[in-house]
């Protein structure tokens, strides 16, 4: 009888460790059963996910998996946290943003978890001349302000300012960013007419008198929202951050000046070790580019739950999109979170969108407890290995635009543009064929759910890069079949025959129900073709009943005036089956045909 030690876990102490080579053994055997026949690495590749920017995911890792030394929270490279301590006094700062004049909405948020304000104002929010009597009532003291004013940059900034004054703010008290971003700025609208003199002149009067306060934003979210992948969305910022220390050192700051009064402001995803891994490699691209300048090298970040995530349709679905972006955002040390309202993507967001989001921080810090620990993922042979990777491409990409001459030289070249098309065109691809499912769209839709409506936001600024969604091409086809709803009272409709006994047609019946709902086809599954309603027909069942049943029940629907007849499963030679829909076709293809077939405009 074995005699356990006396902490009574060292259950496997007798046995030999397993190595690499014998798990790639066991899982080329198990590949091998599947008719893939792999040994060694090709069997581990075989089980790789193929990300973007040419990174992959393997399904093992191990400290065979080197990284650079990330270093230590609060030191150079920065890429386990820009302070010290992380997030640990107290959690990250809840930022809420508010494009509308409404003072209540801004003291409700203030009241109940929110630690700071974020104010769209100018272009895609509201006057300059409201930014009082939005903010009457607030600490400003106590609550950080961050501006949005695009080319109302000085303005508003002057506004903000003056209510210090009036309000007798001390000026080493007063927090926040006056949120100039002339680049930024021109990436959303296109427009290259930005003087620099002013941002410049609120830098200096930040770094001289308003210690808390920075004057601008290296603001991503506009090359995210273009489609940009997560490295590119780094070697843009990187870009951009250079061109501001270019501009504010040729204007009389000094280097740790220019430094300290930029903010980096970056897209959380529901992608979590992409999430985490891209805000650590942000830190630690920076401090390099801090190194070269001879500045210090910390980066101050805020990230934003990512827009182009967010659902249109069943957006309840945005809430925990946006849990899962908030944990990536606070694991991966942003000093501040943004958590966007569900129902962001169809306007102004109600009380209860704005309560759920600043409540989603607020759980995740007092009572998941994630600020407690510094760097969570650290040490992770994944994240250390994606973070490293990561890194690299936003590197690269940097490179390339610092080639072209700098940030403003390849917006204006379109270079930039097109390199996030590209980047869009290869992802919208996957979404086309469900290689990326949209929760709640293109997976398990709902098409008698009512429609969440909402007061209309202000119109963003527009004219430079496009604003992209994940939901994009299903919504178009979404809204053509309400649009048929409500000309003639009843949706599109397909019938799914059913073959077989449950068992055989369960899997493909439940298959073709959602891809055609995706598209705003309502399924049939009762009674016969005739009574049905509908003008095509798909085929569910198993391989061996289609073999046996499928051109008899295929000339029986054309018969009883079937336009077209699908099958559900792998393309075959079934006598008059005019097409096939299976898992990886192009389901936004398949549907758009379907719909002109049907005559729904």
Known sequence: MTVLPDDGLSLAAEFPDATHEQWQRL????????????????????????????????????????????????????????????????????????????????????????????????????????????????????????????????????????????????????????????????????????????????????????????????????????????????????????????????????????????????????????????????????????????APGGQVQHAVTSPVMMSRRDPWVNMLRATVATLAAGVGGAESVTVLPFDHALGLPDAFARRIARNTSTILVEESHLARVIDPAGGSWYVERLTDELAHAGWEFFQRIEREGGQAAALRSGRVGEELAATWAARSAKLAKRREPVTGVSEFPHLAERLVAREPAPEPPSGGLPRVRRDEAYENLRARSDAHLAATGTRPRIFLAALGPAAAHTARLTFASNLFQAGGIEPVTDGTFEDSGATEACLCSSDALYEEQAAEVTASLKSAGAAQVFLAGRPGQYSGVDAYVFAGCDAVAVLSATLDRMGVS
């Open 27 to 294: 899982v080329a055997g198990v590949l091998r059963k599947s008719g893939k026949e792999v040994s060694d690495d090709a069997a581990e590749d075989a089980l790789s996910t193929t990300l973007e920017d040419g990174l992959r995911a393997r399904p093992l890792y191990s400290a065979l998996d080197s990284a650079p030394d990330p270093g230590l929270p609060g030191f150079a490279p920065f890429t386990r946290g820009g302070r010290a301590e992380g997030n640990t006094l107290g959690g990250w700062d809840v930022r809420q943003r508010h494009t509308a004049a409404d003072n209540g909405a801004v003291l409700a948020d203030l009241e109940n978890g929110v630690a700071s304000l974020w104010l769209a104002v100018g272009a895609g929010g509201f006057p300059v001349s409201s930014l009082g009597p939005v903010l009457d009532g607030v600490y400003l003291d106590l609550a950080p302000v961050v501006l949005e004013a695009g080319r109302e940059v000085e303005p508003a900034a002057r506004e903000l300012l003056r209510l210090y004054e009036e309000r007798g703010v001390a000026r080493d008290v007063a927090r926040g960013n006056l949120g100039a971003d002339p680049l930024g700025h021109e990436a959303r609208t296109g427009d290259d007419g930005f003087d620099f003199a002013p941002v410049a002149a609120l830098a200096r009067l930040c770094a001289d008198e308003y210690p808390g306060l920075r004057a601008l934003t290296v603001d991503a979210l506009p090359y995210h929202e273009a489609g940009g992948s997560a490295a590119q969305e780094l070697g843009a910022s990187m870009a951009t951050g250079v061109a501001y220390l270019r501009e504010l050192t040729g204007a009389g700051l000094s280097v740790e000046q220019a430094a300290a009064q930029l903010e980096f402001r970056y897209a959380a995803t529901a992608d979590q070790f992409l999430t985490i891994a891209k805000l650590r490699a942000a830190r630690r691209l920076w401090a390099r580019v801090a190194e070269v300048c001879g």
